[in-house]
């Protein structure tokens, strides 16, 4: 079957696509990690989205209008969409490699091979450009021109299925609470850990069990504030993060979000962690129930 194939053929690239993505990853880590404020704005926190997915759709569009404005001859107006195309891929790329900064395992490697397809069709883009403009309108380079032009868009297209993987197949920046239900039924809790009092420790992250969930908790006197344990970015464990002002640092990529009621308030993840209610049971213990 076709999808097995191209699978196969993904995965047989790994030999240097690991290695690379090492080297890739660490540099990007450190450049964006620098700036966390910017990379919140490439990541699209701003925009309770990946931005990334978002501005990928522009150059491709574009570029396709390239092919058509060459088949029908209009070689001023194919030269500026290309330019215009190839600026939006540089755009797209910019947040493109913002998401790459924390990507992890199959879902890296996946980008990697992505990143380097794009990376060769923008070059093979800005050659077919320079060809063109060496041409002029009607030169005899021009055909060669728009053949590297046409070869660029096959390995765009190539680099948009491989891209398709990251997301669909390995699930990269898909919030990883997408398929939970928002039940607000009470439920017993179940603490991971208790103080000698046999209640909920003050002051630090605790786990807690609530049905088929798992929560993290906070006590501040008689509140008690709790959360999903499953980061929404990439499903790090919330319950082995620190407290920082009143927010959950996950110790993965260092996402944060507000204890009192989940808003994501540093990224890489561009989702807010669904947060729960806590009282006292009748009896002793306590329960739990998701934020209606
Ligand atoms: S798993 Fe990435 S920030 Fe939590």
Redesign the pocket.
């Known amino acids: 079957m076709l999808t097995r194939w191209l699978a196969r053929a993904m995965d047989a690239q790994d030999g240097w696509v690991k290695p690379l993505g090492t080297w890739a990853h660490g540099l990007l880590n450190r450049l964006f990690g620098s700036v966390p404020g910017v990379r919140d704005v490439l990541d699209g926190r701003w925009l309770g989205h990946p931005l990334h997915a978002v501005l990928t759709d522009a150059p491709i569009g574009i570029l396709f209008l390239v092919i058509v404005l060459d088949v029908l001859g209009q070689s001023v107006a194919a030269d500026t969409t290309l330019v215009v195309g190839i600026l939006a891929m540089l755009v797209a790329a910019v947040a493109g490699f913002a998401d790459y900064s924390?990507t992890d395992g199959k879902a890296r490697d996946r980008a990697t091979l992505h990143a380097t397809l794009m990376s060769s069709a923008t070059v093979l883009y800005v050659v077919s450009l320079g060809l063109r403009l060496a041409a002029g309108a009607s030169g005899s380079a021009r055909p060669a021109a728009i053949a590297v032009s046409v070869v660029s868009f096959l390995v765009l297209t190539a680099g948009a299925y491989v891209g398709g993987d990251v997301v669909y197949v390995f699930g990269n920046m898909v919030s990883r609470h997408a398929f939970r239900g928002s039940g607000t039924k009470w439920l017993p809790m179940e603490l991971a850990e208790t103080d000698t009092h046999g209640s909920i420790p003050e002051g630090r992250p605790i786990k807690a069990r609530l049905g088929v969930n798992s929560l993290v908790l906070i006590r501040e006197g008689e509140r008690i504030l709790a959360l999903h344990e499953t980061?929404a970015?990439?499903?790090?464990p919330l319950s082995s993060g620190e407290l920082v002002n009143g927010q959950i640092e996950?110790p993965?990529?260092?996402?944060r979000y507000r204890m009192v009621d989940g808003h994501l308030t540093r990224g890489?993840?561009v989702y807010d962690q669904p947060a729960y209610e806590v009282r006292a049971k009748e009896g002793g213990g306590w329960e739990a129930r998701r934020r209606p």
């Not at 970015?233 to 790090?236: K, N």
């Not at 993965?252 to 996402?255: A, C």
């Open positions: 924390d980061c970015h990439a499903g790090g996950c993965w990529h260092l996402s890489p993840s």
